[in-house]
């Protein structure tokens, strides 16, 4: 006997609870305690299969974020402050705060010393204090690059 199309040949369907699943969940969920009582004693002994199951029951799934539209505006305090407020809202990853607030406080410096306020030597110990050098580059030739004076 052929079918009609989009005719099924058991128009009711499969009864709800049928089938291997469903009775495996039954008996898992009859010593569900007992079972993650033993997942989270193998956790603490070391096995890294149940510390894994653990930790992703536990731990929710990060999930991929565009932070392409992320923007800061106002005094320089008050963008540090967004982005903090950025970073703790997932609206940025640590990665890119950290150029934020590194752009931001480049932004500051060389307001400082254009206004006057930080003078060159300030400047050059801030440098010698703060910023990882390369090993090919000492902090004189990075002031040079700075403002293009030695």
Do not use: Y
């Amino acid at each position: 006997m052929a079918f009609s199309p989009g005719q099924s040949g058991n128009p009711k369907g499969r009864p709800v609870g049928i089938g291997t699943a469903n009775r495996m969940r039954d008996l898992i969920h009859l010593q569900a305690e007992p079972i993650i009582k033993s997942i989270i004693a193998q956790a603490l002994e070391g096995c890294q299969a149940s510390q894994k199951l653990c930790v992703e029951r536990i731990v929710p799934a990060l999930r991929p974020v565009d932070h392409s539209n992320f923007e800061v505006s106002g005094t320089p305090e008050e963008q540090v402050r967004q982005v903090q407020e950025g970073l703790l809202k997932g609206a940025i990853n640590p990665q890119q705060a950290a150029v934020w607030l590194r752009l931001n406080q480049h932004n500051m410096l060389t307001a400082a010393i254009k206004d006057g306020a930080l003078t060159r030597a300030d400047f050059a110990k801030w440098v010698q204090e703060t910023v990882p050098l390369d090993p090919i580059v000492d902090a004189p030739q990075a002031l040079t690059d700075f403002d293009g004076s030695q």
